[in-house]
């Protein structure tokens, strides 16, 4: 493995063979290919075997609760515009606990980047149906398979009007190092959900089952401007699934639009406890 500055003396805790392995290479691999130091990036995190992956990074991390790490995302890169922060985690933690932030963070268009694990089950849970688990899918939970409707988050995304959409697969690890490169240097919310084998708790959504599956919209000469066409493109989902990235466009971002986050960074900005006081004061 070639050496980067986001290398870190950890071994991660996950099953030999797990596609966390090529998404943590992909992610360092494209935080050096864009000449970053690990002092410039925060990756915020929740709870699953995704959500450890900033344990095994020299950078700047916050694990906290799970379904929590956008908020967390959200409110660093306000107060600090100068950071490159990543939001990163799970299909259960993104899309399941989480969801209420995904969907709110696409309509702010903070400019972070959203990372999302995608092997389609609870992972460190031991097996349980996610958002995003094909409906028949059989568990210790859901005996008699899946039964509820599967969560497409890039279409929830498109609906969103979010301005940066894409999809990668953990088997082609210079591809998503591509789309992360792409999606870090958008200036807005940039989805990245990334499809990866649970080797131990899904034995459905394999990793040759998606090697089988997937091709990449660059083949077909794919404009990323065209939205309708990216509705379609997001609906595909069985003999083969659409990878690359489906959607972008300029849009303000939140900071932009917000007059308070304008000018001298918060982070830079005098803090005075008093001045909250007299406003406090002003209630009593
Ligand atoms: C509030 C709360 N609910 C439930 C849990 C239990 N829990 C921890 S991680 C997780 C889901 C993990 O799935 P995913 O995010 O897909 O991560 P993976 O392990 O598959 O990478 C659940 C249900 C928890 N820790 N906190
Ligand atoms: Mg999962």
């Given at each position: 493995?070639?050496?980067?500055d986001?290398?870190?003396?950890?071994?991660?805790?996950?099953?030999?063979?797990?596609g966390?392995f090529?998404?943590?290479?992909a992610?360092?691999?494209?935080?050096?290919?864009?000449?970053?130091?690990?002092?410039?990036?925060?990756?915020?995190?929740?709870?699953?075997q995704?959500?450890?992956?900033?344990?095994?990074?020299?950078?700047?991390?916050?694990?906290?609760?799970?379904?929590?790490?956008?908020?967390?995302?959200?409110?660093?890169?306000?107060v600090?515009?100068?950071?490159?922060?990543?939001?990163?985690?799970?299909?259960?933690?993104?899309?399941?606990e989480?969801?209420?932030?995904?969907?709110?963070?696409?309509?702010?268009?903070?400019?972070i980047?959203l990372?999302?694990?995608?092997?389609?089950?609870?992972g460190?849970?031991?097996?349980?149906?996610?958002p995003?688990?094909?409906?028949?899918?059989?568990?210790?939970?859901?005996?008699?398979?899946?039964?509820?409707?599967?969560?497409?988050?890039?279409?929830?995304?498109?609906s969103?009007?979010?301005s940066?959409?894409?999809r990668?697969?953990?088997?082609?690890?210079?591809?998503?190092?591509?789309?992360?490169?792409?999606?870090?240097?958008?200036?807005?919310?940039?989805?990245?959900?990334?499809?990866?084998?649970?080797?131990?708790?899904?034995?459905?959504?394999?990793?040759?089952?998606?090697?089988?599956r997937?091709?990449?919209?660059?083949?077909?000469?794919?404009?990323?401007?065209?939205k309708?066409?990216a509705?379609?493109?997001?609906g595909?989902?069985g003999?083969r699934?659409?990878?690359?990235?489906?959607y972008?466009?300029?849009?303000?971002?939140y900071?932009?639009?917000?007059?308070?986050?304008?000018?001298e960074?918060?982070?830079?900005?005098?803090?005075?406890?008093?001045?909250v006081?007299?406003?406090?004061?002003?209630?009593?």
């Open positions: 493995m070639k050496k980067t986001f290398d870190y003396n950890l071994s991660p805790a996950w099953c030999p063979g797990c966390n090529m998404i943590l290479k992610l360092k691999q494209a935080l050096s290919e864009l000449n970053l130091k690990p002092y410039q990036v925060l990756i915020a995190s929740g709870i699953g995704a959500a450890k992956l900033p344990h095994y990074m020299k950078c700047n991390a916050f694990n906290g609760l799970h379904g929590r790490s956008i908020p967390v995302a959200t409110g660093a890169k306000l600090n515009p100068n950071l490159i922060v990543l939001a990163e985690g799970g299909d259960g933690d993104i899309y399941g989480g969801g209420n932030h995904f969907i709110h963070a696409i309509r702010r268009n903070v400019d980047t990372l999302v694990h995608n092997n389609q089950v609870y460190i849970t031991k097996g349980q149906a996610s995003t688990s094909e409906p028949g899918f059989t568990t210790k939970i859901q005996t008699e398979g899946v039964k509820v409707t599967m969560m497409d988050p890039l279409t929830v995304a498109l969103l009007d979010a940066f959409i894409s990668g697969f953990s088997g082609d690890i210079g591809h998503l190092s591509w789309i992360i490169q792409q999606a870090v240097k958008h200036p807005g919310f940039a989805l990245v959900d990334i499809l990866m084998p649970c080797i131990s708790f899904n034995k459905l959504n394999t990793f040759t089952w998606y090697k089988n997937v091709y990449k919209l660059e083949d077909e000469n794919w404009n990323t401007h065209n309708t066409a509705y379609k493109k997001a595909q989902w003999e699934i659409p990878i690359g990235i489906f972008r466009q300029q849009k303000a971002t900071s932009q639009l917000v007059s308070v986050l304008q000018g960074p918060l982070i830079n900005r005098e803090y005075s406890p008093q001045k006081k007299s406003l406090f004061d002003e209630f009593i």
